[in-house]
């Protein structure tokens, strides 16, 4: 990786030479701050987010009864629910393969490449640095439309890529890969650039081929970059919501909308706050699922190899 | 790796530049589109360069106004955000890393639970509250819920605990308090890593599109993607030179930052992305 390697976490604080003592040297003043703001706007929305997924309360925020499980139990029973928390989880996988592979691709050609780097960086990164907005736009108005867009003006097609529900997913993929996949390069170069030079020359020394001493030492040097690249990248993926939102609204009909627009539709266009916010804390349950293998990772980087 | 220059790399070069140039050709695609004139933008077949080169929907654009009040909205809830973030992460980092006291471990724990909750699925509730804070069409309904970032707290706080103790100690046996070796030894240190974080900060506040669309409603306090996102698609209609203006003039400011500030930026992403792995 690029930084240090961390050792054992549990240092305690240092007891050897104590600051001034005073009310002023204590330590939750310093955290006081972020607490604060983290408690008013994560913890409390988190808990108030239960509780109105209990309730039937509404945007104005009337009709505030508890209901229990209803909402989670209609969810369940909601084919357009079980539709969209599909389509996330189809984007999830579609998206995350070949923004893996074609991270880890494209980071090994530019490493290997050793000049303009800059030019490299700037074309596979460069999109990760674009609003979403922008990123839509661009893609909506000008690269697909029948016609006269990039796509089908160049191959002289006249595919329907937004409006067809057999293509839209497909070109969200298409869309968020070349967006985002500079993020993944990015990881894995960082990870290229840390296995040190004397491996390979040994290598090199007993005569390993380029392809063996890809096979035999970058990519199992590799492994722990990848499990955290598919992680970050399978939250990121589930997450889903602006690129879609913003070309197709989810269509056509319901075969992009991702779970998040959904609870976004119920909470906001449908004016229900509860039932949104039991969907919303479905996608969650899922997330966390992701998350915790996340720390399980991230434990395992702090214990001293 | 290799040190000739033989077949081989001639063919990743190949591969190199057809892939850099698929990649560049949307982008490219756009500023070619928004120097044409309006009435060729839609010509078949495809030309990159029109019958003449005109900033006409540049100068439209920003005519318009929309466009500037925007980006001054993103960029200065985007370095307030980035501001207060770093700074009350820190002193969080600093205060769980380096003090003792009651409470210190639940706490922590409470934060770093909070890395798994994605805030997109807090919108309901959120802005709920901001609707009982009147805060909704302000900047603060922007800034506040993007401060609260466990992540940041998570980074820094690994960072302090691998500052040598010694460095403070010293200050402490001549009398400094706590504020004083945070602020003048501990800060100073930690240039590197706050660097690293500050431009995560930035890049994700300025780009961030769910939360400020749903808190801003009124043109006046909307964020570029939001303003681009409601606005120029409502009010341009077809009219794309403008709108590939609009793309253009709203992209370019980060991309220009990271041609003059790459090595910074990539560390800065790369470390944060892997939260300090």
Known sequence: MTTVAVPASAAAPAEEARPRRGWTQHGLLFVAPFFAIYLAFLVWPLLQGLRMSLSSVNIAGTNDRFVGLANYAEAFGDPRMWRSLGNTVVFTVLSTIPLVLLGLGLALLVHNLRFVQWLW???????????????????????????????????????????????????????TVWWTVGFNFLLYLAALQSIPHHLYEAAELDGASAWHRLRSITLPLLGRTTALVVVLQLLASLKVFDQIYLMTGGGPGDSTRPIIEYAYDAGFTGYRIGYASAVSYILFALIVVVSLAQLRLFRKSEEPS | MTKRFGWGRLVLLAVALVLAAAWLAPIAWAVATSLKPETETTKLPLEWIGSRVTLDAYSLVLGTGGIVKWAVNSLVTAAVVTAMTVLFSAMAAY???????????????????????????????????????????????????????????????????????????????????????????????????????????????WNNFLWPFLVSTDPNTMTLPVGLANVVQGTFGLRYAQIMASVVLAGLPLLVVFVLFQRQIIRGVAHTGLAGQ
């Not at chain 1, 006269?148 to 160049?154: C, D, F, P």
């Not at chain 2, 805030?119 to 401060?147: N, R």
Request: proline share 8%; charged share 10%.
């Open chain 2, 95 to 205: 205060g769980f890393a380096r003090t003792s006291f009651r409470g210190r471990r639940a706490l922590l724990t409470v934060i770093l639970a909070g890395i798994m909750v994605p805030p997109q699925v807090l919108i309901a509730p959120l802005f709920a509250e901001m609707v009982s804070l009147g805060l909704v069409d302000t900047w603060w309904a922007i800034i506040l819920p993007q401060v609260a970032a466990p992540l940041i707290v998570y980074i820094l706080y690994k960072f302090f605990q691998d500052v040598p103790p010694e460095l403070e100690q010293a200050a402490f046996v001549d009398g400094a308090g706590r504020w004083r070796v945070f602020f003048t030894i501990v800060l100073p240190l930690s240039r590197p890593v706050l660097a690293a974080v500050s431009i995560f900060t930035f890049i994700t506040t």
């Open chain 1, 121 to 175: 960086r700037l074309s596979f990164f460069g999109p990760f640095l674009l609003p979403s907005a922008v990123v839509s736009l661009l893609w909506l108005q000008m690269i697909y439309p029948p016609e006269y867009g990039l796509i089908n003006g160049a191959l002289g097609t006249d595919v329907l890529w937004l409006g067809d529900p057999s293509t839209a997913m497909w070109s969200m993929v298409l869309t």
